[in-house]
């Protein structure tokens, strides 16, 4: 295993910093126009009233909301009722993780 010293990495990469520097075109950057970029025809498209998913998404959110702060709730009152880690031993079923 060959290990050079400081001063020759730092030769090794100021060699490679000029090579990537000299192999790339200079670019003006102050001065340049932002690219331009071709969308082709823009059309606007009538939207159609409420769908039936959307009702359902409607609904669901505040009973998501309502339960989030059950949840809160029980866990103020008693912290353990809603810790999933531990599972109470005559329990019959569960999804082990």
């Known amino acids: 295993l060959e290990v050079e ?7 090794r990469i100021g060699n490679l910093l000029e090579q990537l520097n ?3 075109p200079p670019r003006n950057t102050f001065n340049a126009a932002p690219p331009t970029f071709e ?11 409420p769908s ?7 609904d669901f959110l505040p009973r998501l909301k309502e339960e989030n702060e ?4 029980r ?4 912290p353990s009722s809603a810790d999933i880690e531990n599972i109470e031993e005559d329990a019959e079923q569960y999804i082990e993780m």
Request: aromatic letters at 6%; zero cysteines; glycine letters at 2%.
């Open 22 to 24: 000299s192999s790339s």
């Open 39 to 49: 969308f082709g025809e823009r059309k606007t498209f009538a939207v159609d009233p």
């Open 52 to 58: 039936e998913l959307l009702a359902r998404i409607q």
């Open 70 to 73: 059950s949840l809160a709730q």
């Open 75 to 78: 866990i103020r009152d008693n």
């Open 5 to 11: 010293d400081e001063e020759n990495r730092q030769q």
